[in-house]
């Protein structure tokens, strides 16, 4: 069964550094998707991604956040000056349309630990 | 703002009984709606969408009250393997919109 994937499963960086996640979401999906759960917290919405371009994104996704698909299979999201509140899982998830909705799959994440 | 509340639990649920949850959403605009579940410090795993007309998948069935704005999930002979967090997840009809995910319901399957 076809699954999102992401790389790294840990990430530790130091304040202030930039930080790129990467993902590669299911090969016929066309939407893409990064979200954050900071611990014991729910799982946030940043943005949405199709046709090479945003199509959504949250008040979290803010500049220091950006995303790209730099070729047909990565997608990635990358922070650029952490923070320690960056510190959270970050799941990356793709969807396609069946049944009359978009059912989003999540990736196993990679874990953001900002020192 | 967009919310939705569930109850956090933990329900604690001797194995092969049968529980219930339900979730609450604010945004009436919403018109897609998913349970899923996530286990610790994992992802979502989405276990199924919910449609106005109240679906069935072997031991669950989710319902939507679009009235009343909620959704819940029955679990029937639930098993120890049932343990884990349920998550409500809402969202538009665009395949661009974002999740908005309740912060979850915590059932514990006791033997």
């Known amino acids: 069964e076809p699954e999102v994937t992401q790389t790294p499963s840990h990430q530790v960086t130091q304040m202030g550094q930039e930080v790129i996640l990467r993902c590669v979401p299911i090969?016929?999906?066309?939407?893409f998707y990064w979200y954050r759960q900071i611990l014991g917290q729910k799982v946030e919405f940043l943005v949405s991604?199709?046709?090479?371009?945003?199509?959504?994104k949250s008040e979290i996704f803010d500049d220091q956040f950006s995303v790209e698909r730099p070729d047909g299979s990565n997608f990635t999201l990358k922070i650029r000056s952490t923070k320690l509140e960056d510190s959270a899982m970050y799941f990356c998830?793709?969807?396609?349309?069946?049944?009359?909705?978009?059912?989003?799959?999540f990736g196993p994440g990679t874990r953001l630990t900002v020192t | 703002r967009k919310e939705v509340e569930q109850d956090p639990g933990p329900f604690n649920v001797p194995e092969g009984a049968t529980v219930a949850f339900n979730c609450t959403y604010s945004n009436s605009a919403s018109q897609s709606f998913f349970w899923y579940r996530q286990d610790c410090r994992k992802e979502p795993k989405l276990l199924m969408s919910v449609y106005s007309s109240g679906n069935e998948d072997g031991r669950f069935t989710a319902q939507l009250n679009r009235a009343s704005q909620y959704i819940s999930l029955l679990i029937r002979d639930s098993k120890l393997s049932d343990s884990a967090t349920y998550l409500c997840?809402?969202?538009?009809?665009?395949?661009?919109?974002?999740?908005?995910f309740g912060k979850g319901t915590h059932l514990i399957i006791q033997p």
């Open positions: 997840a809402v969202k538009g009809g665009g395949g661009a919109d974002g999740l908005t």
């Open positions: 991604f199709y046709n090479n371009e945003i199509s959504e």
């Open positions: 090969s016929n999906h066309l939407y």
């Open positions: 998830a793709s969807s396609d349309y069946w049944a009359g909705r978009y059912e989003q799959y």
